[in-house]
């Protein structure tokens, strides 16, 4: 049974005015939607100091640097796929990952809605030109296996494409690492409980309202049927080749620093961290008058 199953209420009962605690900060939000509410009660997370995360944090960046050069000297091919639920953190260990990286190095791909041409394609097709050369690692938000997932739930593909995809995708992985690529699949693995509680936080920040699309929204009344297409997902993709490594997420910190932190025991790398290096003098000012200052426009000084 997996970590998701386990976590998934017993049962569910009609929803009525009731009062719950919000999860991690001892509030009480009132229920009254009218429909069917999941009952379940939420976990205990274990949390991390923020000094501490964002030491061991710092650590690791320093790290992904050292990777980066590696990469690039040697000429290595990876790619990162991020998976899993809505709200489960996958965008804020990319971001984690990505900030102190070269982006001509290690890039995000994000890709949106498939085109009506894009449709017609074979099914891998559009994910192909954003594979990596030499020297570069490229980070799937969300990947092929959206067919598994969303599609296959929303009922976006038909079942032979479904079926298809599960036959053809292990052997798609397969060839890509005789190709020399190093595939690493992530899947984040959030509560229930823990996600209702990060779209409640959502719903109520103006900076992260847009988070909250009208999919999200629904897959959180189809809970139990992401459920199953994941396992079966699983049960199909999970290859030796290119197993997936599960990130248990209900603590957003901990599940970034776990990440990181396995991501580089993945590829083999050496620090390849170049001497100190001395600035050269600057070039005296040989007939040059700088223009005048009024001639320029400046941004206004607001603050």
């Known amino acids: 049974m997996t970590k998701e199953a386990k976590q998934q209420p017993a049962k569910c009962k009609a929803a009525k005015p009731e009062k719950t605690k919000d999860h991690g900060k001892g509030k009480e939000q009132r229920k009254d939607r009218g429909e069917i509410q999941l009952v379940h009660s939420a976990p205990k997370v274990k949390t991390i100091k923020n000094k501490v995360y964002e030491a061991a944090l710092a ?28 709200a489960a953190g996958k965008g804020g260990v990319i971001k984690r990952i990505t900030q102190s990286l070269n982006p001509r190095v290690c890039r995000v791909e994000a890709l949106t809605t498939p085109t009506e041409r894009e449709r017609t394609q074979w099914y891998f097709q559009r994910y192909v030109p954003h594979l990596p050369a030499a020297g570069e690692m490229v980070l799937f938000d969300r990947s092929w296996y959206n067919r598994a997932g969303v599609e296959r739930v929303m009922g976006f593909c038909t079942d032979e494409e479904y079926d298809e995809f599960l036959r053809s995708c292990p052997e798609f992985e397969r060839m890509l690492v005789r190709s020399g690529i190093i595939l690493i699949k992530y899947w984040f693995s959030v509560s229930d409980a823990e996600q209702e509680r990060r779209f409640q936080s959502r719903i109520v920040d103006p900076t992260k309202r847009w988070k909250l699309s009208p999919m999200d929204l629904e897959s959180r009344s189809r809970w139990f049927l992401y459920s199953k297409a994941k396992d079966e997902m699983f049960r199909h993709t999970d290859i030796k080749q290119a197993p997936w490594y599960v990130v248990d997420a209900d603590s957003k910190k901990r599940a970034r620093l776990n990440c990181i932190s396995h991501l580089l025991s993945m590829i083999p790398y050496e620090d390849l961290t170049p001497e100190p290096i001395a600035l050269p003098p600057r070039q005296d000012e040989v007939g040059y008058v700088r223009p005048p200052m009024e001639d320029q426009t400046f941004v206004p000084e607001v603050y």
């Open 59 to 86: 650590n690791l960046q320093i790290e992904l640097v050292k990777l980066q050069e590696w990469i690039k000297e040697r000429g290595l091919k990876v790619v990162v796929l991020f998976e899993g639920r809505d």
